[in-house]
């Protein structure tokens, strides 16, 4: 994999980081996500593959 740039960003808070990896604005992060966010996700994902 090549990679020609790092964007950083930084988050109000933990709702905003939630709606940039709805949006698919996040490939990778370098923070932790709540339990709610992970369920949230996790059913999400549930629903588009069923």
């Known amino acids: 994999m090549n990679n020609d ?9 933990p709702e905003a980081m939630g709606a940039a990896i709805d949006k698919g604005d996040i490939a990778i992060m370098a923070r932790a996500m709540s339990p709610e966010q992970i369920n949230r996700l996790d ?3 549930r629903r588009s593959s069923g």
């Open 5 to 13: 740039k790092v964007v950083v960003r930084a988050f109000e808070g």
């Open 43 to 45: 059913a999400g994902r």
